[in-house]
């Protein structure tokens, strides 16, 4: 079975700090892929990054940066000094390399107090 | 090279009436998958079609929804008689023939409302 768990539901957070994301997720199979997306008010899917269960490299992306652990099947995502346009819903899923659906994660909706 | 295209955006239908959402997947592919997602909750999927075949409707309610991908046109979720827990947003998905299981490409999504 395939899960995904973002246990943190809703995140405020003043403007210029910094904040992780938390997922953690569940498989039994060897190779999969772990996924983000943003999901701004205007609700459409905006991805952000792409991670392969054979690469654990930490990548960075301007602000934003992913920390892939699979001891601790743990794909954490930080942005660091949030801006008021970072408010969204965000949205860890993962998908198997057989399989043919995407499972998410409940989401976390960040909010940036200005 | 356009996206995805879900139409129409936003859907009002009041309770037991029929919801028909259409999706236009990216040029060239011919793989479609349908996902809903309930207010604060995340994307479930609902079905996968080919052209002209349903592949996996694993998690397609049982009653009132059907779904299809004809040789000519969009893919069609229709929900018949809706009520009020239907109302959700309606995202598809298309990927390419042989494509890697995450090479699904999702449009902007269908919000329905039931009123």
């Known amino acids: 079975a395939q899960k995904v768990t973002q246990a943190q539901t809703e995140i405020s957070v003043v403007e210029k700090e910094d904040v992780t994301l938390d997922c953690v997720y569940e498989?039994?199979?060897?190779?999969?892929?772990l996924f983000w997306y943003k999901q701004p008010p205007s609700g459409e899917l905006v991805f952000l990054i792409r991670?392969?269960?054979?690469?654990?490299q930490n990548e960075i992306s301007g602000r934003y940066s992913w920390n892939f652990q699979k001891s601790t099947s743990s794909f954490n995502f930080t942005i660091t000094a949030s801006q008021v346009v970072d408010s969204a819903v965000y949205f860890c899923?993962?998908?198997?390399?057989?399989?043919?659906?995407?499972?998410f994660g409940t989401g976390t909706s960040l909010t940036v107090i200005p | 090279n356009a996206g995805v295209m879900q139409n129409p955006r936003h859907l009002v239908r009041r309770r037991g009436q029929e919801a028909r959402l259409r999706c236009s997947p990216m040029?060239?592919?011919?793989?479609v998958y349908w996902y809903r997602q309930l207010p604060e909750e995340g994307l479930k999927f609902m079905v996968y079609?080919?052209?002209?075949?349903?592949?996996?409707e694993s998690g397609m309610p049982k009653e009132r929804f059907s779904a299809e991908f004809p040789k000519e046109g969009p893919s069609i979720l229709r929900i018949q008689q809706v009520v009020r827990g239907d109302s959700a947003a309606y995202f598809c998905?298309?990927?390419?023939?042989?494509?890697?299981?995450?090479?699904?490409?999702f449009g902007p999504g269908t919000r329905l409302t039931v009123t």
């Open positions: 998905a298309s990927s390419l023939p042989g494509a890697l299981s995450y090479e699904q490409y």
């Open positions: 498989t039994r199979d060897t190779t999969y892929y």
């Open positions: 991670r392969n269960s054979f690469d654990e």
């Open positions: 899923a993962l998908i198997s390399n057989t399989g043919n659906q995407f499972y």
């Open positions: 040029k060239g592919h011919s793989h």
């Open positions: 079609l080919q052209k002209e075949n349903i592949i996996d």
